[in-house]
Nanobody, 113 residues
């Protein structure tokens, strides 16, 4: 099973930026579709962004234009650049793949002044 390790969470003021990273184990990363999810306690997990093996990206309406997903296959890493952060972006963020069979441990993002 693929191991995923996230990093980059933290506390930031509204309007600020953060970049999350997720490093995958193994040698097949380049063919995986990778996803970023987020979850707020008591709410359903939300798919935030997805990136195909070729780099095509899709976003939730709530983050489109503010978040950017990217990947570096040479580093087995998927990123989530988050700009113009809002309090409602506060959540635990998870990377997942391939086919959501593997999940990272989650990283907490808190947006507060």
């Amino acid at each position: 099973q693929v191991q995923l390790v996230e990093s980059g969470g933290g506390l930031v003021q509204p309007g600020g930026s953060l970049r999350l990273s997720c490093v995958a184990s193994g040698s097949m990363f380049s063919i995986y579709i990778m996803n970023w999810y987020r979850q707020v306690p008591g709410k359903q997990r939300e798919l935030v962004a997805q990136i195909s093996r070729g780099g095509a990206a899709n976003y939730a309406v709530s983050v489109k234009g503010r978040f950017t997903i990217s990947r570096d296959n040479a580093k087995n890493t998927v990123y989530l650049q988050m700009n113009s952060l809002k309090p409602e972006d506060t959540a635990v963020y998870y990377c997942a793949g391939p086919q959501d069979n593997s999940w990272g441990q989650g990283t907490q993002i808190a947006i507060s002044s």
